[in-house]
């Protein structure tokens, strides 16, 4: 018993990093000349990376585990899961050594101080080897956490990444395992998906949601394996087995399309294609932010793989406008959030990348679990629809049967529009002059506390 709560903890808190859903973390809003773009590096030359120059993992007795030339193979080699994706023009270099810290080796909170000033101020894009996890600890995060990620600064006018920063917690990698001192252990392959993942918002994705049964079920290092070939690496939680150890590629479909949509090379539009659409209240003419979207591959009878658990991607309704508008009442949050589109014709909007094939389209509430730096999508914490989960058919309605589903075919280069979802008996739309039951469930944290660039929020809450 002790032993699986352990390892239930140890696995739920991988992953801690910033986030705004399939899709990116953070989206253009008013300052940018196009305004509801996701926020990407400048794709035409390699995004260039700084590495520390100290161990990768020391053990409590101070012995180098991983010493640093490993721990630099290990960085390039993981950065190189995305740079090899076959769609996709995303590329990173190393770029030598952190600079601004003496010897390169951030040891320190005053070391790890300096070196996100100048990743703030656009100097370089640092890569943090905290040896025996006393810098996470000391920076007040919790010792679970293997790593995260941090964008440093961003062009609002052109939606650009300029810089960012991954810390690394190599007390999981250090061969001992000490519930008592909360060091814990995980494979050398969950240690490198659980870093694929923090580049992965390195590089500007946000989370997806995609086969979520398997983490609401509890299951820990045991997934079932056409599950954990659907469940994208961009998941908020890390919580099964390494897709390694399942003989599965380090990228999910999911993973592998989003990557490619922010960065398309000549290739994308020969191997993707769209579904799009919006979602509506049961009025049928107000769209709603914040459902979860996924096209599943029809599963195909003749292999004895389930591609409908094995190919899907998703994204969350709205995922381009902003999650906090801004409002002149309480005099606080005026102006809202400097991110995502204020285009109202944006609030229910969708699309999907999926390679060609035939899916099916369905709608589902996001986890409420996922909040802060495990949220998906705009909305922290995540938007609760009554009985969002139901399948596109034709002839939605506000009292369809959830289960009816009808196929969409999608060629490569081939966008499909207007699929439409109308969620089923939600009550009356708010408006001015009638709020008595308005569904979008408002954050208890104000979005712009969510979004501000002060050091501190950033440290201990993504
Ligand atoms: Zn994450």
């Known amino acids: 018993m002790m032993r699986r709560l352990t390892s239930l903890l140890a696995s739920i808190l991988l ?21 509801g773009q996701p926020f990407v590096w400048l794709a035409t030359s390699p995004i260039r990376y700084t590495v520390d120059t100290g161990p990768l993992s020391v053990n409590p ?57 100048s990743c703030n101020a656009g100097t370089q894009s640092p890569v943090i080897f905290d040896a025996d996890g006393a810098l996470i600890r000391a920076l007040g995060i919790d010792a679970l956490v293997i790593g995260f990620t941090s964008t440093c600064k961003l062009d609002l006018p052109t939606g650009h990444i300029q810089s960012a920063l991954i810390l690394m917690n190599g007390e999981f990698q250090d061969g001992v395992s000490d519930p008592s001192t909360n060091n814990f252990e995980i494979s050398a392959d969950q240690f490198s998906e659980a870093i694929t993942h923090e ?16 983490f609401q079920n509890g299951l820990v290092n045991n997934c079932p394996v056409d599950e954990l070939a659907g469940l994208p690496l961009m998941f908020p939680v890390e919580f099964c087995q390494s897709r390694k150890s399942a003989s599965l590629p380090l990228l999910a479909p999911d993973d592998l399309a989003w990557i490619s949509k922010l960065y398309p090379n000549s290739s994308y539009s020969a191997n993707y294609g769209m579904i799009s659409g919006f979602v509506f209240f049961s009025d049928g003419i107000t769209p709603v932010q914040g459902v979860n979207v996924i096209a599943r591959r029809v599963d195909d009878p003749t292999t004895p793989e389930n591609e409908s658990l094995r190919i899907a991607f ?28 204020r285009n109202p014709a944006l609030i229910g909007y ?10 099916t389209v369905q709608v589902e509430n996001l986890d409420a679990a996922f909040t802060g730096g495990s949220s998906v999508g705009p909305l922290d914490p995540p938007a609760v629809t009554y009985g969002a989960d139901e399948y596109w058919h034709q002839y939605e309605s506000a009292f369809d049967n959830a289960a009816q589903k009808d196929p969409i075919t999608v060629q490569a280069g ?39 660039d002060a050091l501190w929020y950033r440290i201990a809450n993504e």
Not at 199 to 214: A, K, P, R, T, Y
Not at 437 to 449: C, S, W
């Open 61 to 117: 007795s101070g012995q180098t585990v991983i010493n640093n030339s490993q721990g630099l193979s290990l960085v390039q080699s993981l950065f190189q899961n995305w740079h090899s994706v076959p769609t996709t023009s995303i590329q990173f270099a190393y770029a030598g050594p952190i600079s601004g810290v003496s010897g390169g080796d951030v040891r320190t909170v005053q070391d790890f101080n300096s070196v996100q000033g």
């Open 199 to 214: 580049m992965g918002h390195f590089s500007g994705l946000d989370h997806s949601q995609i086969n979520v049964d398997l």
């Open 350 to 359: 969708y699309e999907i990348p999926v390679t060609p094939g035939t899916y």
């Open 414 to 452: 081939q966008k499909i529009s207007n699929i439409n979802f109308i969620l089923n008996q939600t009550p009356p739309r708010f408006d001015l002059f009638e709020d008595g039951e308005a569904l979008r469930i408002m954050p208890n944290v104000p979005m712009v506390m969510r979004q501000t």
């Open 15 to 35: 992953f801690s990093s910033q986030t705004l859903a399939g899709g990116p973390t953070r989206v253009t809003g008013p300052a940018a000349t196009a305004p």
């Open 314 to 341: 998703s994204v969350v309704s709205g995922f381009l406008f902003t999650g906090n508008p801004g409002q002149s009442i309480t005099g606080d949050n005026t102006s809202g959030s400097s991110f995502g589109s």
